[in-house]
């Protein structure tokens, strides 16, 4: 079983696809859009809007519809200042949901958490991939989890945590940090016998960047994708739209600047794009598309 998404805009070195548990591939041909599903009450931008697993359900069908490739199901809130979540909370969160939307669709759903009890447990219900913010760092055991479930991993980068990564950020050059932070923890993911074939990396837009951080990744995500792995870039209703157009807008209304931060990302080689408004940024990949293949 192969699953395609929408056409890749440019060509590259890149695997042909991504391996799944159960001998799947996710293929890499296309542009593969991830919804987003946050189960909190206090994430950035949606939070407290699916208040039920059958809320969770619904809205994945619905996102399926419109064309996403990918659910992204997430039970603690990862914006800046945010404070941890107790397991016991996240996992009530986050496993319902799970089970909600594998009831409905077969589509691929990604847990995104750091702790390995709670990706153990969404995979049993029925999750496919690890979305993990820590890239690995913060849970010792989710290494071994995410080798033995035999799903892939997205390795986030992020400075500090989430309490505290955009107190005064800085890099001596952001994009070589990145790319040196890849390159350890793909050797750590080797040193724990975790496939190649089951990476992707995601420099962590908003975590840790300033303003000029985040605008020279999505300008050159061709030197992370240089590293082998597929890219993926999360720029959805980010605060840095609003630092370059100031306005009092709630953030679920910065759909401008998401769409035109998922249409350079795909136009500089990332390989999924993780967004809120699936619809929207459907429509706007496939009139690219349509206008590279004229």
Known sequence: ???????????DNLPEDISLARGRKLSLARTLIMGI????????????????????????????KKGADI???????????????????????????????????????????????????AIEAGADIVNDISA????????????????????MH???TPRDMQKNPVYENCLN?????????????????IKRQKIILDPGIGFGKRLTDNLEILSNISSIKALGFPVLIGASRK????????????????????????????LNGASIIRVHDV?????????????RES
């Open 177 to 193: 940090d990145i790319v040196d932070f890849f390159k350890d923890r793909i050797a750590y993911c080797e040193k724990h016998d």
């Open 279 to 291: 619809e929207e940024t459907v429509e706007a990949v496939k009139v690219l598309e349509a206008i």
């Open 239 to 266: 605060s840095f739209i609003n630092m370059i157009n100031p306005s009092d807008k709630e953030s679920n209304e910065r759909l401008g600047g998401s769409i035109a931060a998922a249409i350079a990302a795909v």
């Open 37 to 64: 599903i946050n189960v909190t009450p206090d994430s950035f931008s949606d939070g407290g809007s699916i208040a039920t697993p059958f809320d969770a359900g619904e809205v994945a069908i619905q996102m399926e």
């Open 136 to 155: 690995l760092r913060f849970d010792s055991k989710m290494a071994e989890v995410v080798n033995s479930k035999d799903v892939p991993v997205v390795l």
């Open 71 to 121: 659910i992204d199901i997430g039970g603690e809130s990862s914006r800046p200042g945010a404070d941890p979540v107790p397991l016991d909370e996240e996992f009530r969160r986050v496993i319902p949901a799970i089970k909600a939307i594998r009831k409905e669709t077969n589509i691929l759903i990604s847990i995104d958490t750091y702790k390995a009890e709670i990706a153990s447990a």
């Open 1 to 11: 079983m192969t699953i395609t998404g929408h056409k890749r805009s440019i060509a």
């Open 158 to 160: 992020m400075l500090g």
